[in-house]
């Protein structure tokens, strides 16, 4: 069964330091996604991408945070300058739907829980 | 605005009783609706989805959960818990082409 990969599991950063989170999505999947779980909290969205750009952003996704699909695979979010607050578990999603109609559904990997000590 | 609100934040129930997880949504047009399960350290899990039609839907591991306009309701239930239903529950709502969560519902199952 196809499935979203993210590596690493779990990453521990220094704030102020740069981090790369990766994901595979699905491979024929169009729209990809990254959501963000703060501990003991909801699932947030913060940003959609599709046809190699941003398609939709949460207030969130400020300008510390940028997304980028560098080959045919993979799919990362940056961290520029990482922030105390910014420890969560981060999620990518892939979905096949080639109009983003919210009626397919969305695959998730298994997150990467980031720590900013 | 778009908001789905999981009243209960932490539920307990014995092994073999019957569980129903409370979701409501706020949301101007017909929505799409969905069930996620994330079981410890674990992504999440879609357990099914409402589009349109029956307003009862089945989904994975015998949970089922119906769709109630009037009362812009989509609970989750299962009539037998098992144990290794423990796990965090999350009802999401899609808006454009991102889903929206609530706060989820913590399932804790006693022997």
């Known amino acids: 069964e196809p499935e979203v990969t993210q590596t690493p599991s779990h990453q521990v950063t220094q704030m102020g330091q740069e981090v790369i989170l990766r994901c595979v999505p699905i491979s024929n999947h169009l729209y990809f996604y990254w959501y963000r779980q703060i501990l003991g909290q909801k699932v947030e969205f913060l940003v959609s991408f599709y046809n190699n750009e941003i398609s939709e952003k949460s207030e969130i996704f400020d300008d510390q945070f940028s997304v980028e699909r560098p080959d045919g695979s993979n799919f990362t979010l940056k961290i520029r300058s990482t922030k105390l607050e910014d420890s969560a578990m981060y999620f990518c999603?892939?979905?096949?739907?080639?109009?983003?109609?919210?009626?397919?559904?969305?695959?998730f990997g298994q997150g990467t829980r980031l720590t900013v000590v | 605005a778009q908001s789905v609100t999981q009243p209960d934040i932490h539920i307990t129930v014995s092994e073999g009783a019957s569980l129903e997880l409370r979701c409501n949504y706020s949301?101007?047009?017909?929505?799409?609706l969905f069930w996620y399960v994330q079981s410890p350290g674990q992504g999440l899990q879609l357990l099914l989805k409402y589009f349109s039609g029956d307003t009862l839907v089945q989904g994975i591991k015998g949970f089922e959960a119906e769709f109630k306009r009037s009362q812009s309701s989509f609970n989750l239930r299962k009539p037998s818990v098992h144990w290794s239903d423990a796990a965090e529950y999350f009802c999401a709502v899609g808006y454009t082409d991102k889903l929206i969560f609530g706060t989820g519902t913590r399932l804790q199952v006693f022997p």
């Open positions: 999603a892939s979905m096949g739907d080639p109009y983003g109609r919210m009626n397919t559904e969305a695959f």
């Open positions: 949301y101007g047009a017909t929505p799409y």
